[in-house]
T-cell receptor, first 114, second 114 residues
Framework: DQQVKQNSPSLSVQEGRISILNCDYT??????FLWYKKYPAEGPTFLIS?????DKNEDGRFTVFLNKSAKHLSLHIVPSQPGDSAVYFC?????????????FGQGTRLTINP | KAGVTQTPRYLIKTRGQQVTLSCSPI?????VSWYQQTPGQGLQFLFE???????NKGNFPGRFSGRQFSNSRSEMNVSTLELGDSALYLC?????????????FGPGTRLLVL
């Protein structure tokens, strides 16, 4: 049962345009959401996060939007740069049976074309 | 400050063998989590250790086990390897467990089972 889903395995965007990566979750117990970026041969690195009490968090070129009613979050990158080409994972945290769990999506490979 | 290190980086084993992977967290971090990454499945949580105790466990068979030492270094063991165990195994550390605690990932150990 995939509780966190990234339905687009890949995305291609022109340099300078906006990249929008989407993520859906099924469990309303999740209350904190994160995006990680992964380059080949490296571990994922933390990018940006959002608490369920907010609907938007911005950090430079990166903005995460959370729609709790739709159980949907998205990561916007604007303007997109070639160095943004990587695999992006969304993750959701929540307390289940007394333990914090972090559940990742399958990842979306973003390619920025010059 | 040195990042999370994992050894070995690459490993080739045959079915039925067992393997031990090692993870050294960032200095001062007491929580170590292990994940399996396979194409199409994203990062799947294996287990988390905190102060030498397993705090959390994912849905993996008992062939997957781990431990944490007093210096917070952690090992993961997989016994009776199967072809499907071929994956990238990632270790992540954080200071404490908690909703807003960011995890820092190592580069991973790529395991190939023949």
């Amino acid at each position: 049962d995939q509780q966190v889903k990234q339905n687009s395995p890949s995305l291609s965007v022109q340099e300078g345009r906006i990249s929008i990566l989407n993520c859906d979750y099924t469990n309303s117990m999740f209350d904190y959401f994160l995006w990680y970026k992964k380059y080949p041969a490296e571990g994922p690195t933390f990018l940006i996060s959002i608490s369920s009490i907010k609907d938007k968090n911005e950090d430079g070129r990166f903005t995460v939007f959370l729609n709790k009613s739709a159980k949907h979050l998205s990561l916007h990158i604007v303007p997109s740069q070639p160095g943004d080409s990587a695999v992006y994972f969304c993750a959701a945290k929540g307390a289940f049976q007394g333990a914090q769990k972090l559940v990742f999506g399958q990842g979306t490979r973003l390619t920025i074309n010059p | 400050k040195a990042g999370v290190t994992q050894t070995p980086r690459y490993l080739i084993k045959t079915r039925g063998q067992q393997v031990t992977l090692s993870c050294s967290p960032i200095s001062g971090h007491r929580s170590v989590s292990w994940y399996q990454q396979t194409p199409g499945q994203g990062l799947q949580f294996l287990f988390e250790y905190f102060s030498e105790t397993q705090r959390n466990k994912g849905n993996f068979p008992g062939r997957f086990s781990g431990r944490q030492f007093s210096n917070s270094r952690s090992e993961m063991n997989v016994s009776t390897l199967e072809l499907g165990d071929s994956a990238l195994y990632l270790c992540a550390s954080s200071k404490i467990t908690g909703v807003q605690e960011t995890q820092y990932f190592g580069p991973g150990t790529r395991l190939l089972v023949l």
